[in-house]
Nanobody, 115 residues
């Protein structure tokens, strides 16, 4: 089993930046990929960015060029650097670990983009 704890959310003005962190513990060896999802009220949870065990990254079109996912293997932590934030980025952001077998979710961290 993998346990995930997100942090770094908060209130930021449009155009601002925020960095989210996801610390993983437990069966780290079982993680194949890590991802950041977000869910706004009334909307489905969507994949924002992911990074595989090999370091390959992918981004949703809506955040490409603005968000960057990275990892620090020594700290078992994945980050999401969010720049040029827009009000439509407002959501609860969840960290996910794709594992073999199954997967794990963090508790979520609120990101609010508002002036």
């Amino acid at each position: 089993q993998v346990q995930l704890v997100e942090s770094g959310g908060g209130l930021v003005q449009p155009g601002g930046s925020l960095r989210l962190s996801c610390a993983a513990s437990g069966s780290i060896f079982s993680i194949n990929a890590m991802g950041w999802y977000r869910q706004a009220p009334g909307k489905e949870r969507e994949l924002v960015a992911s990074i595989t065990s090999g370091g390959t990254t992918k981004y949703a079109d809506s955040v490409k060029g603005r968000f960057t996912i990275s990892r620090d293997n020594a700290k078992n932590t994945v980050y999401l650097q969010m720049n040029s934030l827009k009000p439509e980025d407002t959501a609860v952001y969840y960290c996910n670990a794709a594992t073999t077998p199954g997967g794990s979710w963090g508790q979520g961290t609120q990101v609010t983009v508002s002036s």
